[in-house]
């Protein structure tokens, strides 16, 4: 991974997050945002905008492939350096989440 994605995706959104985490299996944008509801207690919601703007520039950075299109509906996939990136961001969360317990921390 260039360094170029590691300084636009660590650390990620919160929307960006959710996108590439529901996309490790193949969805659409609404699935996605109906997904992230779901998940969130409908404590997040993702507009259609930011969600259109985030698949497509994560597309374009291929993060994200189109994979096919289902009744007008275009659904998507991560790639290998999408769940790379995805990792990163777990980690980070995880690294987060152990030192508020008090914890150091061993990657």
């Known amino acids: ?3 170029r994605l590691k300084r636009i995706y660590a650390p990620m959104t919160e929307t960006g997050f959710y996108i590439l985490f529901c996309l490790r299996e ?5 699935n996605i ?3 992230v509801s779901e998940m969130t207690g409908g404590e997040v919601s993702i507009s259609p905008g930011t969600m259109y703007g985030t698949l497509s ?16 509906r275009k659904l998507y996939r991560i ?8 990792q990163l961001e777990l980690k980070r969360i995880d690294r987060l989440y152990r030192n508020s317990k008090g914890e ?4």
């Open 1 to 3: 991974m260039d360094d």
């Open 57 to 72: 520039k994560m597309e374009k950075d291929q993060l994200i492939r189109f994979v096919r299109e289902e009744e007008k």
């Open 26 to 30: 193949e969805m659409h944008g609404y």
């Open 104 to 107: 150091v921390y061993h990657g």
């Open 79 to 86: 790639t290998e350096l999408g769940e790379e990136v995805l």
């Open 33 to 35: 945002g109906r997904k």
